[in-house]
């Protein structure tokens, strides 16, 4: 355990407003737009990674070119649809990704940090409880039900 503050996050309230007010405004426009998969459709699903939205674009690109080789029951202008999507989609995702790491990393660093402290003040009051330092047993026992079967 380190006792070393690294984060001392403190968001200043008009702008966890506008935050907040920007998220709103992400989930309005966009999710009526977007699908929720069960983890068994996901799962079925063939992946596109880079490597293989390159195949697609190249691909595509050759159903463009050359449109007397393209079988009737391919529907390429779902294709196009399904393949501008990805891209946009890309282009949000990026960002976005950055900032859940961000905040995900903020987040578990404060959260650890907090932990540390309680630990220390947990540590202190079993020390005092033992000590018979009067009104710590009360608050030991409370705090000791986070730690069962342990002496």
Do not use: C, W
């Not at 947990?122 to 009104?135: D, M």
């Amino acid at each position: 355990m380190t006792d070393k503050n690294l984060i001392s996050l403190q968001i200043p309230s008009e702008d966890q407003t506008a935050i907040q007010d920007a998220l709103n405004v992400l989930q309005t426009k966009l999710i009526p737009h977007l699908v929720d998969l069960t983890a068994t459709q996901r799962m079925e699903l063939p992946k596109m990674g880079d490597k293989t939205y390159a195949f697609v674009t190249k691909a595509y690109t050759h159903i463009e070119q050359n449109p007397t080789l393209v079988p009737a029951y391919l529907d390429t202008e779902q294709m196009k649809i399904d393949l501008d999507a990805v891209s946009e989609l890309k282009k949000l995702l990026t960002p976005l990704k950055q900032l859940t790491g961000l905040v995900d990393d903020s987040m578990l660093l404060s959260g650890s940090e907090a932990y540390i402290s309680s630990l220390h003040f947990y540590n202190y009051l079993k020390g005092a409880s033992k000590a018979g330092v009067p009104g710590t047993d009360v608050i030991y026992d409370d705090l000791k039900a986070r730690f069962p079967g342990r002496s």
